[in-house]
Each structure stands twice: as C-alpha cells, then as structure tokens.
C-alpha cells in the first residue's frame, strides 16, 4: 500500500490518499480544503476492477455543516448506477473523476500504459465538487515522457501536465495540487 499527501497549491487544503494495486486497485481519500468560501470535507473509496476499470465509488462530503453522500457502481457490461439509479448517458465509461482530488487521475494513467509520444481518449464519469453532480466528461491523456502526462478536457479546453511517479500517482497537478 502506497499513503499519499497533497496540499493545495492555491488557496488552504489537504488530502491524505490510500492507494491499494493488489489484489486490485483501491483509492481511499479524505480531502479537507475551502470552496466557494466554504469549508468542505470529503471521504471517498474507489474499487477497480482487474483491468483497472472503476468498479465502485462511494463519497461522503459536508460543506457548511450539510452532510451528502454519493454511490455510483459500473457494471461489467459498463452500465453506470448512481445511488441505485441507472445513468444511461455513462453507458461505456469505464472510468470516474473526482474533480476534487488529483488521484483519480492515475486510474486512467495506470490502465492505458502509454508509451512516449502516445494519446488516448475517454469519457470519465465526473462529479464535480461542492454540488456532487454527475456528467460525462470527455477526456484524452497524452504521454509526454516518463513521468509526464498532457491531461485535456476535450470540450473546454482545459489541459495540465500532470507530473507522476513509476506508479502514476501524481507528483504535481499545476494551480491544484502538489504532493508533500
């Protein structure tokens, strides 16, 4: 098992990072930092499957003394339930991204093994912070070199080079994210 800490590159904040690979891949965080002013807390636990696909996600988050909570499960045939409920629309992903921790960014690293130079896309399940809403979000990785990822949004624009380790776990996530 691998514990990791990040702190906020911009503003006050924290995460502490249990990442399992065997027998599979587990991700078990707790993240505390401010957002929209607002002190915010959250505790997630993602299971994988063998292939590295997000199997499970199950998240607790208070924000301003209000609890909620979030379980979305994937199916082996890549049917997405969120609190029970099927999401149609993530018929085919296969991977989630917290949009409050930079460690759901190794999933996809660790699963497509890229070499120098190569790209891949793929739809994420997003869920966004403080609001925990749901949406797709298209995505591509591109290895720049050993230790060097060009993390893009597709539709927004948005891109990072993201810094990390032999295991893919993020270094650095610039203007988020800094590993302690």
């Given at each position: 098992?691998q514990t990791?800490?990040?702190?906020?590159?911009?503003?006050?904040g924290?995460e502490?990072?249990?990442?399992?690979?065997?027998?599979?891949?587990m991700?078990r965080?707790?993240?505390?930092?401010?957002?929209a002013g607002?002190?915010?807390?959250?505790?997630?636990?993602?299971q994988?499957?063998?292939?590295?696909a997000?199997?499970?996600?199950?998240?607790?988050?208070?924000?301003?003394?209000?609890?909620r909570?979030?379980?979305?499960?994937?199916t082996?045939?890549?049917?997405?339930?969120?609190?029970?409920?099927?999401?149609?629309?993530?018929?085919?992903?296969?991977?989630?991204?917290?949009?409050i921790?930079?460690?759901?960014?190794?999933?996809?690293?660790?699963?497509?093994?890229?070499?120098?130079?190569?790209?891949?896309?793929l739809?994420?399940?997003?869920?966004?912070?403080?609001?925990?809403?749901?949406?797709?979000l298209?995505?591509?990785?591109?290895?720049i070199d050993?230790?060097?990822?060009?993390?893009?949004?597709?539709?927004s624009g948005?891109q990072?080079?993201?810094?990390?380790?032999?295991?893919?776990?993020?270094?650095e996530y610039?203007?988020a994210?800094?590993?302690?």
């Open positions: 098992m990791l800490l990040w702190s906020r590159t911009e503003g006050n924290l502490y990072c249990e990442v399992q690979t065997e027998p599979l891949t991700l965080g707790q993240v505390v930092t401010q957002l607002k002190p915010i807390s959250v505790s997630y636990c993602v994988c499957e063998r292939d590295g997000t199997k499970s996600v199950e998240l607790s988050c208070r924000i301003g003394g209000v609890a909570a979030l379980s979305l499960n994937r082996s045939d890549d049917r997405w339930f969120c609190n029970a409920m099927e999401m149609q629309q993530f018929f085919g992903c296969k991977d989630i991204d917290l949009g921790t930079p460690s759901t960014n190794m999933l996809p690293i660790r699963r497509f093994n890229l070499d120098t130079g190569e790209s891949k896309d739809t994420a399940v997003w869920v966004r912070f403080p609001d925990l809403s749901v949406s797709p298209a995505q591509r990785y591109t290895c050993t230790g060097t990822y060009l993390y893009q949004s597709i539709h948005y990072a080079r993201i810094i990390v380790d032999a295991d893919g776990a993020v270094i610039p203007d994210w800094k590993r302690l």
